[in-house]
């Protein structure tokens, strides 16, 4: 998928935290490449640090034997406190999850669109306190 990040800086308190789960799941980002068991075994080690600092994922990705974590997060690189895409297409498996993951660590005003080939984009915006909410190009950005 094609993402776009617009407005999206990353609130000061969780910079430091963002930042680590960059640089982890960047050094993962081929785990998918794994043999069955080493990839489970990489898989839960990115569940177990990402759950306790996502309430985002932790609602909504229920604990299994094969976790299904947000690779798309090893595409991000966070600068001068924006948050930005390293390149397109990335792995996107579960866009809203990702939206309202992304929503617990970006300033109001953020937006987040994300499009498949021959589809039309998915947009969200974060609104206050991690919160996210759809918007298309008719309702616009609050």
Known sequence: MTCL????????ARRETLDRLIH?????????????????LHLRELDASLRPKSAAYDTATPASRAPNVPLELGYLRLERGTLDVLGNPIPVTDPE?????????LEPGATLSLQAPGQAPQRWQVVDDGQVVPWSDASGPR
């Open 24 to 40: 982890l799941f960047f050094r993962n980002r081929t785990v998918t490449l794994l043999d069955g068991w080493t990839r489970n």
């Open 5 to 12: 990040l617009t407005n999206a800086q990353v609130l000061p």
């Open 97 to 105: 999850r990702f939206a309202h993951i992304l929503g617990e660590f």
